[in-house]
T-cell receptor
Framework: AQTVTQSQPEMSVQEAETVTLSCTYDTSESNYYLFWYKQPPSRQMILVIRQEAYKQQNATENRFSVNFQKAAKSFSLKISDSQLGDTAMYFCAFMKPPGDSNYQLIWGAGTKLIIKP | GAVVSQHPSWVICKSGTSVKIECRSLDFQATTMFWYRQFPKQSLMLMATSNEGSKATYEQGVEKDKFLINHASLTLSTLTVTSAHPEDSSFYIC????????????FGPGTRLLVL
């Protein structure tokens, strides 16, 4: 069975700093999808970034980028120039290809990120 | 983008009563709907997967007679917490990949349930 591990329960950084959230996963699949979701205090889940395992290039979305190390089964999220609005719970999630998974996500425990002014 | 609504957003009920939570896809069809519950400062725990027109599939340890799921149409899925007790107090979230078969999930805003 697939598992997702987030080893940092909580992190805090100063505004404008760069922060990296770690995520490791375990799977025997060769193709899959990885996601970072953000859950702000409103508790609405928001997709931050996604990565397809067969793509070697790391995904980026503005200030958010990932370091995807397939062999190491590592998928860290880097937030550059952090902003107060980045304060949230961040969840790493894994999904097997849709045909094998019915789109079910496997979730990490989450990292609470606090951006201090 | 695709929008999923949930109603109610916040409900308080007495122990022993039933509460229905609705999850609607507003501008697309949702063949599959996932229902989660989330305790404070914890991750999402999948309760069940519903598919339009068929019975829901429940995760191990989730009582199907207590958490009734109905997915009668492509735009509406409901979760009914029957004979609610204080331990059922939690945050309930629905999500769907839609019918476009996108790998991205669309989440409802969640329902906060407090059972007194």
């Amino acid at each position: 069975a697939q598992t997702v591990t987030q080893s940092q329960p909580e992190m805090s950084v100063q505004e404008a700093e760069t922060v990296t959230l770690s995520c490791t996963y375990d799977t025997s699949e060769s193709n899959y999808y990885l996601f970072w979701y953000k859950q702000p205090p409103s508790r609405q889940m928001i997709l931050v970034i996604r990565q397809e395992a067969y793509k070697q290039q790391n995904a980026t979305e503005n200030r958010f980028s990932v370091n995807f190390q397939k062999a190491a089964k590592s998928f860290s999220l880097k937030i550059s120039d952090s902003q107060l609005g980045d304060t949230a719970m961040y969840f790493c999630a894994f999904m097997k290809p849709p045909g094998d998974s019915n789109y079910q996500l496997i979730w990490g425990a989450g990292t609470k990120l606090i951006i201090k002014p | 983008g695709a929008v999923v609504s949930q109603h109610p957003s916040w409900v308080i009920c007495k122990s022993g009563t039933s509460v229905k939570i609705e999850c609607r896809s507003l501008d697309f069809q949702a063949t599959t709907m996932f229902w989660y519950r989330q305790f404070p400062k914890q991750s999402l725990m999948l309760m069940a997967t519903s598919n339009e027109g068929s019975k829901a599939t429940y995760e191990q340890g989730v009582e199907k007679d207590k958490f009734l799921i109905n997915h009668a149409s492509l735009t509406l899925s409901t979760l009914t917490v029957t004979s609610a007790h204080p331990e059922d107090s939690s945050f309930y979230i629905c999500s769907t990949p839609g019918t476009g078969r996108s790998e991205t999930q669309y989440f409802g805003p969640g329902t906060r349930l407090l059972v007194l």
